[in-house]
């Protein structure tokens, strides 16, 4: 039997490294168990905290008692920065998909790693979706999480070796039918990677699980539950 | 001729075509046309100066003169009777060139019930010969020698416009039979001017041309591909040839033939004795662009296993198969006029045309003579499409995204809906066509009116309206969804207020 569980939403501010970026907080008003962050997909592509599978899993994080972190990378909504020469890095980004100024978007993730930690002194569970998977994985040394979740990863495009540092239980959830990459090659990447991990492959769907955001949180939350880092069967998360 | 002057009545004034012809006509001192031009007049008759004006004619002084009068009205429905009497000949250039039939009627309307509807003027005022401007290709399918007859059984005909012009000469030489002289002209295809390189349209061998230039555009930033070892196949035989004209040569034979006293009805091709081979034309293209690689291929269309070469080459269509035939030669009079070892076309004509046509942005029409319709009371996606882009996009963000290069579909549902196709090379929007188009898109964002009246107010990011509504994406989605902010820093910089501002102020392109 699920129970929904209510939950606060606060906007905050992270500090950047020189920029304050905006953010998103929820947590239960009752019992805490844990923390998340959230990285979301790239500026460039749709990517900001109100995204249809970020919002989904901040939502169903939060009530099942994570206090969970979602934010804006640079440039993004409220938060400061983004790249200064727009149309130059526009052009890049159109020829080769790819830019030196997305470094700031990883560390702007660090950044929210950061803050988080200075608010509730946990191992979190971090979660990327899409291009958030490379920001994620990026900042992983430090982080000393408690899961890995990975949507949609695109290893064709970024490389993920920091993986290796951290040995936290992995997820990786992907799609039938991703444009960024296919099934084989994501499979072909999953198996070349550490130990332990689990691979979910959602069938009818494709890199924005538009329609499919309830399966994605439900095997987020099924993984989170299996590994014993959330207890999520008490709480309802179909918001 | 006698010096008395000589009245011609002409359709297709405004055309490649029609514009060179008058001034053909006009080169003869006894000779006076009234043009027919469409409404509204004001329009048409501008565009008439512009292209006269470009090849040193000044319209306002020749009607002042009483060489020229102006005649308003359109084919089949507006053309009255009065219109036409008292002229000794009837010259109908007036045409339409879409290939396909597209639902608006077209091309059957203009040119077979518009040939009808004056020839039918012509019979009742009694006018004694009629000269019909028809294509080279109302031969079809068929190969071998054309000769100047008009053949009685229509042939296997390749598209609806090479229907409707075997059709028109059908009714034209009908008249002939019964009402007076008919004299059919049929020119092959038009290129620019041999002397300036001068065109006022790029149709035909140009769209070749132009995708010859996306490729060679494409080529500049290439670097996985050598840009003289292209992988392309070209569909078509490398010793076929195409038969190509320039405009100033088949305007002047048309009108010699037309102010040459006739004693029967007769067929002209307008046609190049000596054309390019499909190989020669591409050894130019290959030249200008300074690109080669591409090799001709039998190969069937549409292409299912194209590479990202093919893909960019035949992204207008399949620019090849009207312009490039196999196993066709003409008879014609008028090319055994020519004196020998002479070419209509050669490699550095043909690279004037091209030099024209890029300073010219391929004939895009001057902005002081577009025709912007602000709707009235509702927001109209023709007028944002067709005129408020063309207009802003330029003087946007958008413009300077040097690699922008995309060929982008938007279909908006709904009653007031519509499908518009833009062509973006390196940042400028070259065109914007409402489907059916030759273009062909890379990929397509379709959103319903409701929401694209919001998503152009900026009330909406039309990444919202993506990720939680209702729109949808085809074709390549990666490369729709990087095109989003780009869209979305236009839409901040030229908003427009769809439902509650008339959109007035946008008439110049201005933000609302
Ligand atoms: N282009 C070629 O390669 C080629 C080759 C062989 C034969 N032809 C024939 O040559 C003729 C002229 O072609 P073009 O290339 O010069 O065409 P164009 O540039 O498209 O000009 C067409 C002309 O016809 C007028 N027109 C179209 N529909 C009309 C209507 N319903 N009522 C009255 N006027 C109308 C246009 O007026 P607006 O300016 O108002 O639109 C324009 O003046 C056509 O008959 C075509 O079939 C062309």
């Known amino acids: 039997m699920l129970i929904e569980t209510a939950i606060i939403e606060e906007n905050v501010r992270i500090q950047g490294t020189e920029r304050m970026l905006e953010g998103m907080l929820a947590y239960p008003n009752e019992h805490t168990e844990g923390t998340a962050l959230i990285a979301g997909p790239h500026p460039f592509l749709g990517g900001d905290m109100r995204n249809n599978i970020v919002s989904s899993l901040f939502k169903a994080l939060a009530s099942c008692g994570a206090v969970t972190l979602a934010f804006n990378y640079g440039g993004v909504g409220a938060s400061e920065g983004g790249p200064a020469d727009w149309p130059a890095v526009m052009s890049k980004f159109w020829k080769s998909g790819t830019f030196d100024e997305e470094d700031d978007w990883a560390d702007d993730t660090g950044s929210a790693m950061v803050s988080l930690r200075q608010w509730c002194d946990l191992p979190p569970i971090l979660l990327g979706y899409s291009f958030g998977c490379w920001t994620t994985v990026k900042n992983l040394r430090d982080s000393c999480a408690k899961a890995i979740i990975l949507i949609s990863p695109n290893p064709k495009q970024h490389t993920f070796e920091q993986l290796s540092n951290c040995v936290a239980p992995l997820l990786v959830i992907h799609s039938e039918n991703d444009f960024t990459c296919n099934v084989s090659e994501t499979i072909e990447w999953f198996e070349s990677i550490r130990e332990p991990k689990t691979r979910i492959q959602l069938p009818a769907s494709e890199h924005f699980f538009r329609g499919h955001e309830r399966e994605v949180t439900q095997a987020v939350l099924t993984f989170l539950q299996l590994n014993h880092v959330l207890e999520t069967e008490k709480h309802d998360h179909n918001h | ?512």
């Open chain 2, 1 to 512: 001729m006698t010096g008395k002057p000589f009245e011609v009545f002409l359709t297709g004034a405004t055309g490649f075509l029609g514009h060179y012809m008058l001034a053909e006509l006009l080169a003869h001192p006894h000779v006076r046309c009234r043009v027919l031009l469409r409404s509204p007049v004001s329009k048409s008759s501008a565009r008439l100066t512009r292209l006269l004006g470009e090849i040193g004619l000044n319209l306002p002084s020749l009607i002042v003169e009483g060489r020229v009068a102006i005649v308003e009205g359109a084919l089949p429905d507006s053309l009255r009777p009065a219109d036409i009497s008292g002229v000794d000949l009837i010259l109908h250039a007036a045409g339409n060139t879409t290939f396909h039939a597209n639902g608006s009627g077209e091309p059957a309307k203009t040119n077979i019930d518009g040939t009808r509807a004056i020839l039918d003027a012509a019979a009742s005022a009694g006018i004694p010969r009629f000269v019909f401007v028809s294509t080279a290709y109302v031969c079809g399918e068929q190969v071998g020698h054309q000769l100047e007859v008009f053949r009685p059984t229509i042939p296997q005909l390749r598209n609806d416009y090479e229907q409707s012009k075997w059709r028109a000469e059908q009714l034209v030489w009908d008249w002939g039979q019964r009402s007076g002289m008919a004299t059919i002209c049929r020119p092959s295809i038009l290129f620019g001017d041999s002397r300036t390189g001068r065109a006022s349209a790029m149709k035909g061998l140009y769209l070749v041309a132009k995708a010859t230039e996306i490729l060679a555009r494409a080529m500049d930033d290439s670097r996985e591909m050598d840009r003289h070892h292209i992988s392309l196949r070209i569909l078509g035989r490398s010793d076929a040839t195409c038969n190509v004209v320039p405009i100033d040569w088949a305007a002047r034979q048309i009108a010699e033939i037309a102010l040459e006293p006739a004693t029967e009805s007769s067929v002209h091709h307008i046609t190049n004795p000596d054309p390019p081979t499909h190989q020669e034309v591409k050894g130019w293209l290959e030249d200008y662009f300074d690109i080669a690689g591409g090799r001709f291929s039998d190969a069937t269309w549409p292409l299912t296993d194209a590479n990202h070469y093919e893909d960019l080459f035949y992204s207008l269509g399949n620019i090849c198969l009207d312009y490039f035939r196999d196993g066709l030669t003409f008879e014609s009079q008028c090319a055994a006029k020519l004196s020998p070892g002479r070419r209509l076309i050669d490699g550095s004509s043909f690279a004037r045309c091209l030099k024209y046509a890029q300073a010219t942005h391929w004939c895009r029409t001057p902005s002081g003579e577009k025709d912007i319709h602000p709707p009235s009371d509702s927001f109209d996606p023709t007028w944002y499409f067709e005129h408020f882009l063309p207009e802003a996009v330029p003087r946007s963000v958008v413009a300077k995204v040097e690699e922008l290069t995309a060929i982008v579909q938007y279909t908006i549902t709904g009653s007031i809906g519509g499908s518009w196709i833009s062509r973006f090379d390196r940042g400028r929007l070259e065109e914007t066509n409402a489907v059916p188009t030759t273009l062909k898109p890379e990929f397509e964002y379709r959103l319903s009116y409701e929401d694209l009246v919001d998503v152009v107010a900026c009330r909406k990011p039309l990444q919202d309206v993506f990720f939680h509504g209702s729109a949808e994406m085809f074709g390549d989605v990666e490369r729709a969804l990087k095109m989003v902010p780009i869209i979305g820093e236009f839409l901040k910089e030229f908003p427009v207020n769809g439902k509650e501002n008339p959109l007035m102020e946008c008439r110049t392109g201005v933000a609302c």
